[in-house]
Nanobody
Framework: QVRLVESGGGLVQPGGSLRLSCAAS????????MGWYRQAPGKQRELVAT???????NYADSVKGRFTISRENAKKAVDLQMSSLKPDDTAVYYC???????????????????WGQGTLVTVSS
């Protein structure tokens, strides 16, 4: 069983900064890609940023230059530093772990993506 726990959401004024953190736990052998997605009210979930185990980052156009994703492989953790926040960034942010390989009885197996429970970020004055 893989579990992702997020923290760091909250209320921030436009132009402000916030840092989200996510840690994975369980019988994890490796995680290929960790990332952040968000879902605003009435909208579909969308990619915010992802980062590979090798450190290659990918960002949505809407957050490029404002958000920075980082990862600590040994801790199975990923952070999202958000700056110059806008009201449009208001959403529930979800941590994702993809390309998961875990220890199971008998050996190592690939399992479906894991998601965190989500953390609310509200950008408002």
């Amino acid at each position: 069983q893989v579990r992702l726990v997020e923290s760091g959401g909250g209320l921030v004024q436009p132009g402000g900064s916030l840092r989200l953190s996510c840690a994975a736990s369980g019988s994890i052998v490796s995680i290929s890609v960790m990332g952040w997605y968000r879902q605003a009210p009435g909208k579909q979930r969308e990619l915010v940023a992802t980062i590979t185990s090798g450190g290659l980052a990918n960002y949505a156009d809407s957050v490029k230059g404002r958000f920075t994703i980082s990862r600590e492989n040994a801790k199975k953790a990923v952070d999202l530093q958000m700056s110059s926040l806008k009201p449009d960034d208001t959403a529930v942010y979800y941590c994702n772990a993809a390309g998961l390989r875990v220890w199971l009885e008998g050996g190592v197996a690939s399992v479906p993506d894991a998601w965190g429970q989500g953390t609310l970020v509200t950008v408002s004055s």
